[in-house]
């Protein structure tokens, strides 16, 4: 029988889904085991052959543990709302809806050729109604539930509410946006409305003014990820720092359990460390500063309290409310113009950009220790979302507030005495601090902190801070709330309705809240989001809905939880099948999510978990990113003003220009001259200058890109090589964690070892070989060293090196012409995991009637690796002369008797005297004369 890898591969991807062999249900007789992968956005372009990489990886470990008697979870779905899909209806005046299904079948389609052991039946889209029931769900209860501090969790509004009415805010520690104050008889008298506001400032998901990137083309606010360089992503449109009023949640009031999670996750220190940075915890005081000749004071945050004395300006984020209010009549237009210019430049590119900018206020701040007046400066380096928006600067020992100052001309005022504040030395400063005595006029205010360590001069400082009613101890973190409004078509509706101005929630019994028909997909002509185009959009009662919609993490927070129990219309997940799921034991994705996405559904299973719906804390147990599948970009080389082109090594010849050229025309880098002809009309009468017949390309290591015409769709090397081919050869690449470039130049090889292990099986006539007789020794050692290389690297996710073992394997049993069942069903069962398809058809042919699935992982014995014999290599000072073979348990007297008994010995010792025989176990038996 030849492998005829089409018949085989179409066979068996027809009879899973007939045999529902990847289907799994709760089965509390088995260890479950838990494998996701980060879902994709169905683009219209569909899959290249970077796309399946981290699929292929986590699907390799999920057969694997099937294997070994697990229960494996292994779900797929779709991430199916967002702004391409919005913006090519935009363009075409075509129903995202319509696109993308379509875009949904193209990957389907594509998926399932490669033969991934997903459990289709547990399929999600974010788009589906049935499924975003679930995250306006989870949204109404963000809305009713405020974070506890002293609980540290999430507890209900109404608990919040009832406390309001007995006492007040006194004794409340509560995750908030401003410290409030009032009595229960103060809360009563409040109208409805005054309520109701008052508790947004404490809901975990609440309506606040907060900036954003908004892109006026797109009519939308964009995510940070989804702004380069000043303009959107998508289309290159200009995007502009504006305050708006947004929906937003409470992020920031899990920083802390945020950070003390990762202690107890599986994850790589780099991606760990990562999360760390961004949720920036730091230690410190807040001061307050009042400002000169007015009623006004601010508050800055700074870790570093013992520096106040070092301080010579402040300096506000230009977002901050205070700059309206700090600014002088005389400073107003320069303010203004400054202002303007900073809304053109992201956070994230201002935290990057080391230019110096900035604008004087025109008003001064009195520092509370020194009592001295410092003035007060504006400057985007400082931003509004972190600390306060305000914060002293100390340049003699900060490197921004050094370079600012220097740039403005500002005092550099250094706390040591003497020390030198010059930019060369500058580095070397901090080192000098943490060593130093602190100066003696450090004694302002009745704080004396010289002779101090740095440590305890903070410590000391903290205190005089808060006994002398100067501002307070606090830990403050980077990590921001969450954005959650876009003002978009293509997302989940929010279940909001607006009564007096106020948001309320729908009853549970009307979600979901379907996304609603419009006439266009842009914003109204008064700047509406395109949902204020819907008819109608208002409840029975006639109340206005939310015209906005979630954004793109919305879908994906909770989807691994949904998976457990799809189809559930009862609840986002039911106890018993949270109970038996748990969490995710491997996810798979890419480093781009790391602080997006990850953070994201942290903080929403913490949540989940707070209010009994998550059995886990922590969605993600183990963690693995895949790296990048590089391009393989192909040149050829255009004879200038002429439509001739000359073959790489001619090309240095002639004045050439090199142009990609479509890799899909090109075999090991030979170009094919007519599919060239035909690819584009401007070459239809292109001549060559070939070397010895050939054209052969030149080649670079790109992103793979359509623009650079080296996008390999895996549609093209599964018709020409197979889907199991396919598999091997992107896990032989590299490890799975780091980048490689994509080179078909050696799939090849990968091809031939499959034919290769056909042949184990089946001789060249196509007649089946194998035997029920018994391995001999040297079959068992090369299986079972097998084994234990394979199962070993799998647990390390080393599939590349698996896969050169699997060749050594092949070749080893080639050579000893090895068709013993006993052997064969076993290396089947080692490579079903990376091989599905031409494993399931031997595994039948080996006459087994179940799935090669539901086979159990061979045991690795250490018996048969052990040698029954020791090849020693004899030398004579120093130099290898001849081998000589001795068994594994012989010892060194009889070694070196053997050995100096022999005729080559007597040959090289030459009747000499033996000055020493050094043996070194099982390897070399070296003979000095």
Same mark, same amino acid.
């Given at each position: ?281 730091? *230690?410190?005081? *807040? ?59 992201? *956070? ?418 196509? *007649? ?162």
């Amino acid at each position: 029988m030849e492998y005829n890898f089409r018949e085989i591969e179409k066979k068996w991807q027809e009879r899973w889904v007939e045999n529902k062999t990847y289907q799994v249900t709760e089965d509390e007789s088995r260890k479950k085991f838990y494998v996701l992968n980060m879902f994709p956005y169905p683009s219209g372009a569909g899959l290249h052959v970077g796309h399946p990489l981290g699929y292929i990886a986590s699907d390799i470990y999920a057969r694997y543990k099937r294997l070994q008697g697990f229960n494996v979870l292994n779900p797929m779905g779709y991430d199916a709302y967002g702004l391409p899909a919005e913006q090519y209806a935009i363009q075409t005046g075509q129903h995202p809806a319509i696109t993308t299904v379509n875009n949904i079948n193209r990957y389907r389609e594509q998926l399932d050729k490669i033969g991934f052991s997903f459990d289709w039946s547990r399929e999600v889209r974010t788009c589906e109604p049935d499924y975003y029931k679930w995250t306006q769900w989870a949204f109404q209860q963000m809305f009713k539930h405020y974070y506890d501090n002293d609980a540290k969790k999430a507890t209900p509004i109404a608990d919040l509410i009832k406390r309001f009415e007995t006492k007040g805010t006194e004794g409340l520690n509560a995750a908030c946006g401003e410290e409030l104050s009032f009595t229960a008889e103060e809360w009563k008298a409040k109208s409805d409305k005054e309520q109701q506001t008052i508790l947004l400032n404490y809901r975990i998901a609440y309506l606040g003014d907060t900036m954003v990137n908004w892109c006026p083309a797109l009519g939308t606010v964009l995510a940070n990820d989804e702004v380069v360089d000043g303009v959107s992503e998508r289309g290159g449109h200009p995007v502009i720092q504006k305050v708006m009023r947004q929906w937003c949640l409470r992020v920031s009031a899990y920083a802390q359990r945020l950070l003390d999670g990762l202690e107890t996750l599986n994850w790589t220190d780099s991606l760990k460390e990562t999360q760390k940075n961004w949720i920036g915890r730091s *230690e410190g005081a *807040e001061m307050k500063f009042s400002v000169k000749d007015s009623d006004l004071e601010f508050t800055i945050f700074t870790t570093r309290a013992d520096t106040v004395f070092g301080v010579t300006f402040m300096v506000l984020a230009p977002e901050s409310e205070l700059v309206a209010q700090l600014t002088t009549a005389e400073q107003k237009a320069e303010v203004q113009a400054y202002l303007d210019a900073t809304k053109k430049r992201t *956070e994230r590119e201002r935290i990057a950009d080391r230019r110096v900018t900035g604008v004087f206020s025109g008003s001064y701040a009195i520092n509370p220790l020194t009592r001295e007046a410092i003035p007060v400066w504006i400057s985007d380096y400082v931003l509004a979302g972190y600390g306060t928006g305000a914060i002293m600067a100390v340049p003699a020992h900060d490197s921004r507030d050094y370079a600012f100052a220097k740039h403005f001309g500002l005092e550099i005022r250094p706390l040591i005495e003497g020390c030198d504040v010059s930019e060369e030395s500058f580095d070397a400063k901090e080192g000098i601090m943490m060593n130093s005595p602190l100066p003696e006029h450090a004694t302002e205010g009745g704080l004396v902190l010289n002779g101090l360590t740095i440590k305890e001069a903070i410590a000391k400082t903290k205190v005089y801070i808060k006994e002398n009613n100067l501002g307070k101890v606090k830990v403050n973190y980077r990590l921001r709330d969450a954005i959650f409004s876009r003002q978009r078509y293509w997302g989940e509706p929010f279940p909001v309705y607006y009564k007096n101005g106020m948001p309320y929630m729908l009853e549970e019994s009307k979600l979901p809240l379907e996304l609603p028909e419009v006439d266009k997909f842009l914003p109204t002509e008064t700047g509406e989001p395109p949902l204020g185009r819907a008819k109608n959009w208002k409840t029975e009662e006639g109340y206005q809905l939310e015209l906005n919609t979630m954004p793109g993490f919305a879908g994906s927070s909770a989807y691994y939880l949904r998976y457990m129990d799809p189809h559930n219309t009862e609840a986002l997940v039911s106890t018993k099948a949270n109970a038996y799921w748990q969490n995710v034991d491997l996810y798979v994705g890419g480093t781009e999510h790391a602080t997006g996405h990850l953070i994201y559904s942290r903080f929403w299973n913490k949540f989940l978990h707070d209010i009994g719906v998550s059995i886990k804390e922590e969605p993600f147990q183990k963690l693995i990113n895949q790296g990048m599948i590089q391009g393989r970009s192909n040149f050829v080389y255009r004879i200038k003003d002429t439509n001739t082109f000359v073959s790489l090594n001619l090309k240095d010849q002639y004045d050439v220009t090199p142009l990609h050229v479509d890799v899909n025309i090109v075999s090991n880098d030979i170009l094919d001259q007519e599919a060239f002809k035909n690819w584009h009309p401007e070459y239809k009468t292109a001549e060559f200058i070939l070397e010895d017949g050939k054209y052969i390309c030149g080649w670079a290591v790109e992103k793979m890109s359509k623009s650079m015409f080296n996008v390999v769709n895996p549609d093209m090397i599964v018709e020409k090589y197979g889907a199991d081919t396919l598999r091997m050869y992107e896990m032989f690449l590299g490890p799975v964690e780091q980048s490689k470039p994509w080179d078909t130049n050696g799939i090849d090889g990968v091809h031939r070892f499959i034919r290769k292990f056909w042949a184990l099986f089946y001789n060249k006539a196509g *007649e089946y070989i194998v035997k029920d007789e018994a391995a001999t020794k040297e079959e068992l050692k090369s299986l079972h060293k097998l084994i234990k290389k394979v199962s070993g690297d799998i647990e390390q996710f080393s599939y590349n090196t698996s896969v050169s073992a699997f060749m050594i394997c092949v070749n080893e049993l080639s050579s000893l012409k090895c068709n013993k069942k006993e052997i064969l069903s076993n290396l089947v069962v080692l490579l079903a995991p990376f091989a599905p398809h031409i494993s399931e058809e031997l595994w039948e042919t080996l006459g087994n009637a179940t799935s090669v699935c539901d086979a159990q992982w061979p045991e690795y014995n250490e018996d048969y690796l052990k040698e029954d014999v020791v090849n020693y290599t004899i030398s004579f000072n120093g130099k290898a002369r001849f081998n000589m073979e001795f068994a594994a348990d012989a010892d060194n007297n009889t070694i070196q008797e053997t050995v100096l008994a022999s005729e080559g010995a007597i040959k090289w010792i030459e009747g000499k005297p033996i000055k020493k025989v050094i043996i070194v176990p099982k390897k070399i038996v070296n003979i000095v004369v």
